[in-house]
């Protein structure tokens, strides 16, 4: 079946960047998404790579995409203290009926 | 704004008593989804709606059921609600299933159950 990992969690200090990983195991994943949830919210659509793309740039945010290795990568430049938050990777694959197949979280903490 | 909107954002129920959550969308999306995320957990599906084809996931315990009236408003109903359904519900739309549809998520409804 499909299976999502990400690391639990990630402390940085401001103005630092921040690399949240994850790896996908479905071989069949179409898109890759990376959604922000703050406390007590639902979640926020941050970005989404194709999976035929290996970079994506959208102003601090850049994905990478290792397909090979089934590896994504989220970074965050200039981290502030509102992008503390929960970051969850998510898969969109054929094998699982296009439905989106979502990583543990990972808790970013973002220090002054 | 175009938005997925919950209500309540807070609800408290008691063991054993039928509750309702409620979602709508101004986005004119096709597809509703109710997923339960549980305290440091992923999301999980419960179910989806395409137009009215209810697609229920294997897992999904038949305590919880749902409702779509109209392309608005979907229901997620829970018949009796034991202390281990107490979590976050959400709520997201998508205009179809393709790989290029992305999932719009609503703020959520936090569930307790006393």
């Known amino acids: 079946g499909e299976d999502v990992e990400q690391s639990l969690f990630l402390s940085v200090r401001e103005g630092d960047s921040s690399v949240i990983n994850c790896t996908y195991t479905?071989?069949?994943?179409?898109?890759l998404y990376w959604y922000k949830q703050e406390p007590g919210a639902g979640l926020q659509l941050l970005t989404y790579?194709?999976?035929?793309?290996d970079m994506k740039q959208d102003q601090r945010l850049t994905v990478l995409l290792n397909k090979k290795d089934k590896h994504l990568s989220l970074r965050i430049a200039d981290t502030q203290t509102g992008d503390s938050a929960i970051y969850f990777c998510a898969e969109r694959a054929n094998n699982a009926g296009n439905m989106l197949t979502f990583g543990g979280g990972t808790r970013l903490m973002v220090k002054p | 704004d175009a938005m997925v909107i919950q209500n309540p954002r807070y609800q408290v129920t008691q063991f054993g008593k039928p509750v309702t959550l409620s979602c709508s969308q101004t986005?004119?999306?096709?597809?509703m989804y109710w997923y339960q995320q549980k305290s440091s957990q992923a999301p999980k599906l419960l179910f989806h709606?395409?137009?009215?084809?209810?697609?229920n996931e294997a897992d999904t315990p038949d305590n919880f059921q749902s409702r779509r009236p109209n392309t608005s408003f979907c229901f997620l109903d829970i018949r009796s609600p034991g202390l281990g359904d107490a979590a976050m519900y959400l709520c997201?739309?998508?205009?179809?299933?393709?790989?290029?549809?992305?999932?719009?998520f609503g703020p959520g409804t936090r569930l307790t159950v006393l």
């Open positions: 997201a739309t998508s205009r179809g299933v393709g790989s290029g549809d992305t999932q719009y």
């Open positions: 790579i194709f999976s035929n793309m």
């Open positions: 986005l004119n999306h096709n597809v």
């Open positions: 709606y395409y137009d009215k084809d209810f697609n």
């Open positions: 479905d071989s069949s994943s179409t898109y």
